[in-house]
């Protein structure tokens, strides 16, 4: 009586609020960390007297790493539970922070910050922010934007810590410290229950006749009726092969008893166990092919491919402007403590952002790829307003990286919901595990290109310019999905459609 009081609060149940603090809390110390790493690269630049292309590598892999590897997530959680992936990846991060005070070089760094510390990052956050979206129906569009708020206040918070850290302790026992702040994940990620069975059974539900494409209806019973024929003849031939070989046993056993030699006997034993065996290993390599190709199918729509693209151009765009955020700030005349109050900025505004973002998303009259398009296009724009050199004052660039925040954490807070929107729920963590593929191709390639921008010119601006409009045409790109949707209507209700709706 009490239990079903309490799963009355809201569609996520009372553990769902936990679900969705456990995830803040890894959301703030991961991506707070991950986004110090520009209070960082002006120590590198000094320390280590490398080009800004290969000090940019050390950001940019980490954030490669970190939304690269979401399909590795996603596998793990086929095997695992999502807390237990999420505690190996809080052992992981810790391990590759701990050992960045003893880095010799940059290349020591690439490995322990950037591959190291991204695949515990990634193992942290994807199985929180799918967990905590799981949890949630009819909010889960809020409960994600809050979680994702945590991005905001640790990007808000961080770098300025971070700044004073290094004045205090210099960069490398500061990094200790973050390393401290990293273990504290451990006590989140334990935090992340499975969900409860009511909830678990409404998601498997979920996938409804009327929800699908006819055609595609069509194709997976044609399918459904194929793997079953063929499972069928399969069992059938275990069968045919054990009769006989039950048949050869009988047939020799009066050699046996006469004395003869029993190699004949182990010749059609061993036979017939090598045919069995590879019987078997062909039906486990077809259900692993056929996990694999179902997979692909119910994931890559021509809606999730343009959105997987549109992923791609504005992480590359957005992790420039985080990566050399404080070096541009320093670049126009700030000195290093105002250049980090002005970029501290851009994490209060995300993490305003996000919590708007989810309750936008949350409305029924909301088009949320609309908002999506106009988060994207508004990025894009205020990014190239960064080169107008009337804007170069203190307080101008304060607003300006508030503004820029802003729109960075409404496309944050949309992520989790549109790409349920486009999956659908029940395979919204290949789905999101795909997603971050993206977003790591797109952050792993953005910063270099803006470093040997720098190295080539001298200047930030070309850098900025250029993800300025690559976020800009992402935004753009994302149109082709409800333009498809008119044109090539489908009889009822998609997941895609009720992005739309």
């Not at 991950?34 to 690269?41: A, D, R, W």
């Not at 069992?235 to 046996?256: A, F, G, S």
């Not at 404080?326 to 501290?344: C, L, M, R, S, W």
């Not at 792993?444 to 190295?455: C, E, N």
Request: aromatic letters at 12%; charged letters at 10%.
């Amino acid at each position: 009586m009490l239990l079903s009081k309490c799963q009355e609060w809201s569609d996520g149940g009372r553990w769902g609020y936990v679900a969705v603090v456990s995830a803040f809390m890894i959301q703030l110390i991961t991506f707070g960390t991950t986004q110090s790493i520009g209070v960082y690269n002006v120590e590198f630049l000094d320390y280590f007297e490398s080009s800004a292309a290969a000090i940019s590598l050390v950001g940019s892999i980490n954030a490669g790493v970190f939304f690269g590897s979401g399909p590795i997530a996603s596998l793990l959680m086929n095997y695992l539970s999502h807390r237990q992936v999420a505690l190996i990846g809080a052992i992981i991060s810790f391990t590759g922070l701990a050992c960045m005070p003893f880095a010799p070089n940059v290349v020591y760094m690439y490995f322990f910050y950037g591959f190291l510390s991204g695949l515990g990052y990634c193992l942290l956050y994807i199985p929180s922010h799918v967990l905590c979206g799981l949890y949630f129906e009819r909010h889960r569009s809020l409960a994600s934007g809050i979680a994702a708020s945590g991005q905001g206040i640790g990007g808000t918070v961080f770098p300025y810590i971070t700044y004073m850290l290094i004045e205090t302790y210099g960069w490398r026992g500061s990094y200790f410290i973050m390393a401290g702040f990293s273990l504290h994940s451990i006590v989140f990620a334990a935090l992340l229950l499975p969900l409860p069975k009511h909830i678990a059974r409404d998601i498997d539900t979920t996938t409804a006749p009327e929800n699908v494409d006819p055609l595609e209806t069509e194709e997976e019973s044609l399918d459904t009726r194929h793997n079953k024929s063929v499972s069928s003849y399969i069992h059938k031939q275990l069968e045919t092969d054990h009769i006989v070989h039950l048949r050869n046993i009988e047939n020799v056993t009066p050699i046996l008893s006469s004395g003869e030699t029993d190699l004949p006997v182990t010749a059609n034993i061993n036979v017939t166990d090598t045919n069995n065996m590879h019987i078997a290993g062909n039906i486990m390599s077809t259900t692993f092919i056929s996990k694999i190709i179902d997979q692909w199918r119910n994931v890559f729509s021509f809606g999730f491919i343009i959105f997987f693209f549109n992923n791609i151009f504005w992480n590359m765009g957005a992790s420039t402007v985080i990566v050399f955020g404080p070096a541009f700030n320093i670049h126009v005349g700030f000195e290093k403590e105002d250049a980090t109050v002005v970029f501290t900025m851009i994490g209060c505004g995300a993490c305003v952002g996000c919590v708007l973002g989810g309750l936008v998303g949350n409305l029924s009259c909301c088009n949320r790829i609309a908002v999506y398009i106009f988060a994207n296009i508004a990025n894009g724009t205020l990014t190239l307003l960064y080169l107008l050199p009337f804007l170069y004052t203190f307080w101008s660039l304060l607003i300006l990286s508030l503004l820029w925040g802003l729109m960075f954490g409404f496309i944050v807070g949309l992520l989790m919901v549109v790409t349920a929107d486009i999956v659908g729920a029940e395979t919204l963590g290949y789905g999101y595990g795909y997603l971050m593929l993206a977003n790591g191709i797109g952050c792993s390639v953005g910063p270099p290109l803006a470093g040997w921008f720098l190295d080539a010119t001298g200047e930030l601006v070309p850098g900025f310019l250029f993800a300025g409009l690559l976020t800009i045409i992402g935004g753009l790109l994302v149109t082709l999905i409800p333009l498809q949707r008119r044109l090539c209507p489908v009889k009822g209700k998609t997941s895609e459609n009720q992005a739309e709706s």
